[in-house]
């Protein structure tokens, strides 16, 4: 992870503050998570405290900095998928794992996340497993497909 | 391919005659598979239709065994039609009609295609044929421009979508791209393109209708060494889909708008802001950057014109705040994305500290079409004042969801009625939402509004960026209003207080309305009758006082859901009544002695142990720790639990 | 150029470019703020400043809206009022409610304003924020409940400290301000400089407190309570007692301290003379060695952590004398203890400054001998004020009294070090008396005393020349880096982490007044021209030290006990 972090930097050009965020990004996609390491790392390629690189990161919803989970849900919650019910599904999804969007279970098998419109609104709540989608989703389907999933990460 | 390049190149985008010469044209034809003798399958590619299913389709008809099947060309296009179509199909045969399908799911690839070779046309999921390609014409079946759907919509900005495949360039030229670009940049300077787009009377689509010519005008005549323009494709409406559609549809448009845009006010550098969570789109529009480069139609000194030209892609990190001007700018500068104070005004002082221009997606796909048929054109649609057209995305419960393009001056009755078809599942409608999370609702009466930026705005409404979303009985409208509210709560960036605490206290307030607390007595009735008294004065003092435009419309769905649906925010907060049902926190669970078998499976369940019983005697629910969750009804096999 | 604009109906001069605040208060018209910082680019966060200008739809903020010709203004509309008094109200309706309680009780800008806005219901509810202390540090302490987010803390800290130890984290309704990965406070880049806490407009940042431990010393009969204080203390008291200052109220202030208990009341300057002194020894030292390096004065304890964190290569340089404060405690714990006959431990030692990062130098490695603090407790100027009336002490009713032998006066050289750029005027004066045993021509030193972030002057001695530079706030360091990356050498330098030193400190009032700053500095260079003993080795409190109390002293005869270590320190930067 250490050596990911400087192949992705030397992407870059340093001291440019506009980079920043680009930089970031691509780390969060490799890692899945920006870790104490990578916002060390980052400040000093573009010249700037961890303070600030901490500020920024997390002002927007897509860095996060715990590792995800192996398996990450994404929930449509726009409008039409509301409508639909998703926030039934997001409640069910939140009782049955026991943490919020966002963050990750302790065996670090699921996490999810909330997000607007996917552009399934006709077939709403949507909800998206590692690319693949679900449509019409009902919070009674959550247990057994949280199931399934444990099995396959496990059965691996 | 050289040779297909060097053809259009040479012939087409260099070609100094508007009209081309009539051997050119035929092999445009080819390109546009309009003169083809192999059969052609269009198959929808968006993110909607791959939600419902069209990559498995996309397989499906790759290994269709029929004995036609190797000379088929399969082609991927963007979208056109209904959401409910999705995934949709169209099946061109050699010399006839394109025929249009809807809802072909992998199943039903095999029969469809053992149909169509064999002229036996299932009619099932057939929606019609095209009408306009002046090929054969299939007796019976009706036309789809017929269809309310496309009748009365005015696909301009759309118009490319669904017809081609948005991963060829060559597609495009063919379809006359890229010939403005050329135009603007040999044939005129950064002030006629700016004039002419002026001339248009071409608005900001973004919602506030702020004169784009004017706009680009006040950058180029702001004395510089560099500008910047800068697309925003962000789309931050909770509820919008337009500009993903024209990404993954028509992302050559884009790219030409882009171009002249910002050869219009001299800018050598372009971003795109764009959206995340769109990997089709990005896909795309990255494609269709590179494929421009590789045409010579961006970089160093395009076309030997000596203008160049760079466009950068970046994604937005995700936060909804972004897509406001200022905000956008702190982003791309690396900062957290606070709005900043104006003035100055990004087109004198924008990014970098240089002037910049800032448009919507929707605004720039119009441009090339300014350039390419002229300002009188574009007046020549819509109203005096707002020309043109308007994209809306269209959802909620609406029958036909969809992106629909209508004429300015269009009436919201026709667009949600008559193209959208009303409300799914013979419903009543109850309202349509306009502006997302900072809209305003319509009610049925009022739907006679025309589409029009001034008339909207003297009604104290606003446009928003086009997200519509179809409202019907079975929705309750203070909840909804507490959904747009827990967005914007979230998504304000916390950088002012009217907006960071009013959006908190409007939350909370509106929580107090739609949930029971465990012991009220009248006391607390007032209380929560005195929150929603505050909330007018909060709404009106976030409105007067917030720094930038999201918290000064945070409270629009609130206040106009308050001046239309008064008498539901009282049922909720005397009667303790959600007369849509769906308030969970205001409902009231009992058990039926006579049906409870004392199995005690509820009351094991129960979050907040409200249920007591003994074993094999009926069970009962304390009302006063119940917190509505209906868990318990869902349990229960006996359906003793009751709910009112 | 000027300009007429409409103001409530009446006309007033505006000029062209400045911001409608400031139009409005150079003509009488006081409207509230709350983000707003003089001589910072205005963010607008607060929107308290709001008024309404004819043909805008909505209000506009004074603070940062420029002023144009067309204007009409009403600044006290009831739409206007309306707008602040709901801003502050919404404010308030998750607060804490802790004012009897809260550190700034009676300095709160925010207490302040609902007072002026006439708040005196609450309309809106809100479930309470809940509390989150960070007491972490030794000199600050967070209480995140009661921040406001006006941003004013994270822009000093930014961009006059340059730490960058302060930022916003997250947004919307999670939004708070923190230091880097929202850790504690103690594993960050803070240097304790305070300076975020005298512009907190509430009691969100504030001193760590020391009184109670005080106090609880004070009633305990075994220990010999012992204070020491530096020249500003005094000034700083006089005007938290809200008393006129003048030169005679540092006598008072000794009786006023033993009244309250203390045994004995000793001069911090005297161990700034003794700082001096050492220091002026080491640069002769270095001098006579042709060393190419500078001396970096290192009595600002929050510079000296500074560089420990940011510029590790340069602490070799740093003079390793102790700071005033350190010497002068350790001067207590071994020559007052031996002299009294009382051992170090049954000591309890105080030290009044106008320094935050002091209450942190007090704890470091290194200012501690066989298990005994140097300096036991540092109390602020503003702690010491509460203490003063806690005791109930009658301030305008003390007769004067001296300090207490042998700590018991300083040269004015001593009081010029709380200014920025006097303590290498000090130094270099003293280095030139020791030299040439003629007292320096003070006007060489003239251009110590400009008002720029970064200023330099050489001296000459007779036969060599005396480079110095001085970086007036860490802004100043900048300045200094360039200079030296393009070849200039210094023999010493200072940098002091408060803008304009000491009298800026982040212990003294929060009231104070610019011109009150002023007129600190100006008494203190006017003293300075004044007094009788100018130089510390004239000061005869000094000399008894040297000449007597060293020799007859086994423990501090080596006198490195005057002297400590720096190292590099490892925290998130
Ligand atoms: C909170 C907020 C969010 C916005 N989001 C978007 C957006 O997602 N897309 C967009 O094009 N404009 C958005 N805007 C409007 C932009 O600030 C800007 O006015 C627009 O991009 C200008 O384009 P136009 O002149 O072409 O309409 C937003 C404005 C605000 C206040
Ligand atoms: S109105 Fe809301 S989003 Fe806009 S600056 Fe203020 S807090 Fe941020
Ligand atoms: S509705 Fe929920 S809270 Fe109420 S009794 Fe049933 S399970 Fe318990
Ligand atoms: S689950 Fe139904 S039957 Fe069983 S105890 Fe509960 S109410 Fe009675
Ligand atoms: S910060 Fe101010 S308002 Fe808040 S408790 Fe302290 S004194 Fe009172
Ligand atoms: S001011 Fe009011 S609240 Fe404060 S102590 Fe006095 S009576 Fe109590
Ligand atoms: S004490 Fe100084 S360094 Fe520490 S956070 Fe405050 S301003 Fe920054
Ligand atoms: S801690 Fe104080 S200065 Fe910093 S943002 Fe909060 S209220 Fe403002
Ligand atoms: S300049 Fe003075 S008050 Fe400020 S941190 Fe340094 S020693 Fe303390
Ligand atoms: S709202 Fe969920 S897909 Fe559109
Ligand atoms: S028709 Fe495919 S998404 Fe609209
Ligand atoms: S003082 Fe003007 S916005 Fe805060």
């Given at each position: 992870m250490d050596k990911d972090i400087d192949v992705i930097l030397k992407k870059f050009k340093p001291g440019r503050r506009e980079e920043l965020l680009p930089l970031l990004q691509e780390i969060q996609e490799t890692n899945g998570h920006l870790s104490e390491e990578a916002i060390v790392k980052a400040g000093r390629f573009v010249g700037l405290s961890t303070t600030k690189i901490y500020g920024v990161a997390t002002f927007y919803d897509q860095f996060r900095f715990i590792p995800s989970g192996k398996v990450c849900l994404k929930i449509c919650n726009g409008t039409s998928c509301f409508m639909s019910g998703s926030g039934a599904v997001i409640n069910r999804i939140r009782e049955e794992t026991g943490f919020e969007a966002g963050q990750t279970g302790r065996d670090g098998v699921f996490s999810y996340e909330i997000t607007t419109c996917m552009g399934g609104c006709h077939h709403g709540p949507v909800l998206s497993v590692n690319g693949e989608y679900l449509t019409s989703v009902k919070p009674e389907q959550i247990p057994d497909l949280l199931k399934k999933l444990k099995f396959i990460i496990e059965n691996d | 391919?050289?040779?297909?390049?060097?053809?259009?190149?040479?012939?087409?985008?260099?070609?100094?005659?508007?009209?081309?010469?009539?051997?050119?044209?035929?092999?445009?034809?080819?390109?546009?598979?309009?003169?083809?003798?192999?059969?052609?399958?269009?198959?929808?590619?968006?993110?909607?239709?791959?939600?419902?299913?069209?990559?498995?389709?996309?397989?499906?008809?790759?290994?269709?065994?029929?004995?036609?099947?190797?000379?088929?060309?399969?082609?991927?296009?963007?979208?056109?039609?209904?959401?409910?179509?999705?995934?949709?199909?169209?099946?061109?045969?050699?010399?006839?009609?394109?025929?249009?399908?809807?809802?072909?799911?992998?199943?039903?690839?095999?029969?469809?295609?053992?149909?169509?070779?064999?002229s036996d046309i299932s009619e099932e999921d057939l929606v019609g044929q095209h009408g306009n390609s002046g090929f054969g014409i299939w007796q019976g079946i009706p036309f789809i421009d017929e269809l309310p759907w496309f009748a009365l919509q005015k696909r301009v900005v759309l118009g490319n979508c669904g017809c081609y495949d948005p991963e060829s360039i060559e597609e495009y030229i063919a379809r006359g791209g890229y010939r403005a670009f050329m135009k603007a940049i040999r044939h005129y300077t950064y002030d006629e393109v700016c004039t002419i787009v002026e001339k248009s009377g071409l608005r900001g689509r973004s919602?506030?209708?702020?004169?784009?010519?004017?706009?680009?005008?006040?950058?180029?005549?702001?004395?510089?060494?560099?500008?910047?323009?800068?697309?925003?494709?962000?789309?931050?409406?909770?509820?919008?889909?337009?500009?993903?559609?024209?990404?993954?549809?028509?992302?050559?448009?884009?790219?030409?708008?882009?171009?002249?845009?910002?050869?219009?006010?001299g800018a050598t550098t372009a971003y795109v802001f764009f959206r995340k969570d769109s990997p089709v789109a990005l896909g795309k529009l990255l494609g269709a950057i590179a494929s421009a480069k590789d045409y010579g139609l961006l970089g160093h000194n395009i076309h030997s014109s000596g203008y160049n030209l760079d466009i950068i892609v970046r994604a937005e990190p995700g936060a909804f705040v972004c897509g406001e001007e200022t905000a956008?700018?702190?982003?791309?500068?690396?900062?957290?994305?606070?709005?900043?104070?104006?003035?100055?005004?990004?087109?004198?002082?924008?990014?970098?500290?240089?002037?910049?221009?800032?448009?919507?997606?929707?605004?720039?796909?119009?441009?090339?079409?300014?350039?390419?048929?002229?300002?009188?054109?574009?007046?020549?649609?819509?109203?005096?004042?707002?020309?043109?057209?308007?994209?809306?995305?269209?959802?909620?419960?609406?029958r036909l969801a969809g992106v629909i393009e209508v004429e300015m001056g269009t009436t919201l009755r026709s667009l949600v009625e008559d193209i959208a078809g009303g409300i799914r599942e013979g419903k009543e409608l109850?309202?349509?939402?306009?502006g997302g999370a900072s809209g305003f609702f319509i009610t049925p009466e009022n739907l006679e509004l025309q589409i029009d930026f001034d008339i909207i705005r003297e009604k104290g409404l606003s446009m928003g960026a086009g997200g519509l979303i179809v409202v019907d009985e079975q929705t309750c409208i203070v909840e909804l209003v507490r959904y747009y509210m827990e967005f914007i709560r979230n998504e304000s960036c916390g950088k002012c207080i009217p907006c960071r605490e009013g959006t908190s206290r409007m939350l909370e307030i509106l929580d107090s309305v739609i949930r029971k607390p465990a012991n009220e007595d009248s006391g607390t009735t007032l209380e929560r009758f005195k929150g929603v008294m505050q909330l007018e004065t909060i709404a009106t003092v976030m409105k007067d006082t917030s720094l930038c435009g999201l918290g000064q419309s945070a409270p629009n769905p609130f206040l106009s859901a308050l001046n239309n649906f008064r008498e539901e925010f009282e049922e909720h907060i005397f009667d303790r009544k959600c007369r849509a049902n769906v308030c969970r926190g205001l409902r009231t669970f009992s058990i039926d002695v006579e049906k409870c078998t004392g199995c005690t499976a509820c009351a094991s369940k129960c979050p907040v142990n409200a249920i007591y019983g003994t074993r094999l005697q009926p069970f009962f629910i304390v009302e006063e720790k119940c917190t509505g969750c209906g868990i318990c009804f869902d349990i229960c096999k006996f359906s003793a639990i009751k709910v009112k | 150029m000027l300009f007429t604009i409409q103001v409530n109906n009446r006309k007033i001069r505006a000029e062209k470019g400045e911001t409608i605040l400031s139009a409005l208060n150079r003509n009488g018209i006081i409207i509230p703020t709350l983000c707003r910082m003089k001589d910072f680019t205005p963010t607008g966060a607060c929107r308290?400043?709001?008024?309404?200008?004819?043909?805008?739809?909505?209000?506009?903020?004074?603070?940062s809206q420029p002023v144009e010709e067309w204007m009409k203004i009403r600044t006290h509309s009831p739409r206007v009022i309306t707008a602040r008094k709901t801003i502050v109200e919404l404010l308030l309706s998750n607060h804490p409610d802790d004012c009897l309680y809260c550190d700034k009780n009676l300095n709160c800008e925010?207490?302040?304003?609902?007072?002026?806005?006439?708040?005196?219901?609450?309309?809106?509810?809100?479930?309470?924020?809940?509390?989150?202390?960070?007491?972490?540090?030794?000199?600050?302490?967070?209480?995140?409940?009661?921040?406001?987010?006006?941003?004013?803390?994270?822009?000093?800290?930014?961009?006059?400290?340059?730490?960058?130890?302060?930022?916003?984290?997250?947004?919307?309704?999670?939004i708070h301000v923190g230091p880097s990965m929202d850790r504690d406070f103690n594993f960050s880049s803070c240097i304790n400089c305070g300076q975020c806490v005298m512009v907190c407009p509430t009691g969100a940042l504030h001193e760590k407190h020391n009184i109670n431990e005080v106090q609880e010393y004070l009633n305990n009969p075994e220990f010999m309570k012992i204070i020491q204080y530096s020249p500003l203390?005094?000034?700083?008291?006089?005007?938290?007692?809200?008393?006129?200052?003048?030169?005679?109220?540092?006598?008072?202030?000794?009786?006023?301290?033993?009244?309250?208990?203390?045994?004995?009341?000793?001069?911090?300057?005297?161990?700034?003379?003794?700082?001096?002194?050492?220091?002026?020894?080491?640069?002769?030292?270095?001098?006579?060695?042709?060393?190419?390096?500078?001396?970096?004065?290192?009595?600002?304890?929050?510079?000296?952590?500074?560089?420990?964190?940011?510029?590790?290569?340069?602490?070799?340089?740093?003079?390793?004398?102790?700071?005033?404060?350190?010497?002068?405690?350790?001067?207590?714990?071994?020559?007052?203890?031996?002299?009294?006959?009382?051992?170090?431990?049954?000591?309890?030692?105080?030290?009044?400054?106008?320094?935050?990062?002091?209450?942190f130098e007090a704890r470091r490695d290194g200012m501690m001998r066989k298990g005994i603090s140097d300096v036991d407790t540092v109390m602020t100027v503003r702690e010491l004020a509460r203490l003063i009336r806690l005791y109930g002490v009658d301030v305008s009713n003390v007769a004067p009294e001296p300090f207490d032998e042998p700590l018991s006066g300083y040269s004015s050289s001593a009081s010029l070090t709380e200014v920025s750029g006097g303590f290498a005027e000090a130094v270099g004066r003293l280095y030139l008396f020791m030299k040439t045993g003629k007292e320096a021509d003070r006007q060489m030193f003239r251009k110590l005393r400009m008002s720029v972030s970064f200023r330099e002057v050489t001296v000459n001695s007779g036969e060599e020349e005396l480079k110095i530079a001085v970086a007036d706030g860490l802004t100043g360091l900048e300045k200094l880096k360039r200079e030296q990356a393009a070849g200039k050498n210094y023999d010493l330098i200072e940098v002091m982490t408060c803008p304009g030193g000491c009298v800026n400190g982040a212990g003294m009032p929060f009231s104070s007044a610019r011109d009150e700053k002023k007129t600190r500095v100006k008494t203190i260079y006017l003293a300075d021209d004044t007094d009788a003993i100018n130089t510390p080795s004239k000061s005869p409190v000094l000399i008894n030290i040297y000449e007597k109390m060293i020799k007859e002293n086994k423990e501090i005869s080596d006198r490195k006990i005057f002297h400590t270590h720096f190292e590099k320190r490892d925290v998130l930067l």
């Open positions: - | 391919m050289d040779d297909l390049k060097k053809f259009l190149t040479e012939k087409v985008l260099l070609s100094e005659s508007d009209t081309l010469p009539p051997e050119t044209e035929k092999m445009l034809e080819v390109i546009r598979r309009e003169k083809t003798d192999k059969p052609v399958i269009y198959i929808s590619s968006g993110t909607s239709s791959i939600i419902a299913g069209s990559e498995k389709t996309w397989s499906e008809v790759k290994n269709y065994p029929g004995e036609n099947s190797k000379d088929t060309e399969l082609v991927r296009v963007g979208c056109n039609g209904p959401l409910s179509y999705e995934p949709f199909m169209c099946i061109q045969l050699p010399g006839k009609n394109k025929l249009f399908f809807r809802n072909i799911t992998e199943e039903k690839v095999e029969p469809l295609l053992n149909g169509i070779f064999h919602g506030g209708g702020y004169p784009t010519g004017l706009k680009w005008k006040q950058a180029l005549n702001t004395a510089t060494a560099s500008r910047y323009l800068i697309c925003n494709a962000k789309e931050s409406d909770p509820g919008a889909f337009t500009d993903r559609t024209i990404l993954e549809s028509d992302p050559h448009r884009l790219v030409e708008g882009i171009a002249i845009a910002s050869y219009a006010i956008l700018i702190s982003t791309l500068e690396g900062r957290r994305g606070m709005p900043q104070l104006k003035p100055p005004y990004p087109a004198i002082s924008g990014l970098f500290g240089k002037p910049t221009v800032i448009n919507n997606v929707e605004t720039l796909m119009n441009v090339p079409l300014i350039m390419q048929n002229g300002p009188e054109w574009f007046r020549s649609m819509g109203t005096d004042t707002s020309p043109g057209t308007k994209v809306f995305s269209v959802g909620g419960k609406a109850k309202a349509v939402q306009m | 308290i400043c709001v008024v309404e200008v004819e043909g805008r739809e909505n209000l506009v903020t004074a603070c925010l207490q302040k304003l609902a007072e002026e806005l006439n708040i005196r219901e609450r309309r809106i509810r809100a479930r309470k924020i809940k509390p989150r202390l960070d007491q972490s540090s030794h000199a600050i302490v967070r209480e995140l409940s009661k921040c406001i987010l006006c941003g004013r803390c994270v822009r000093v800290c930014e961009e006059v400290i340059t730490t960058t130890s302060l930022d916003f984290i997250n947004k919307g309704s999670k203390v005094a000034s700083g008291i006089a005007e938290e007692l809200g008393i006129r200052y003048n030169r005679e109220f540092e006598r008072m202030l000794n009786s006023i301290l033993r009244k309250i208990g203390f045994e004995k009341v000793f001069a911090a300057g005297a161990g700034t003379d003794i700082c001096l002194y050492e220091i002026a020894e080491q640069l002769t030292e270095k001098v006579k060695e042709k060393h190419d390096k500078p001396l970096y004065i290192s009595a600002c304890p929050a510079w000296v952590k500074y560089a420990e964190q940011f510029m590790p290569d340069l602490i070799p340089e740093l003079s390793t004398v102790k700071s005033p404060q350190q010497v002068t405690g350790i001067l207590i714990k071994t020559v007052v203890a031996a002299e009294t006959g009382i051992r170090p431990e049954k000591i309890f030692s105080v030290s009044a400054t106008p320094c935050l990062a002091m209450k």
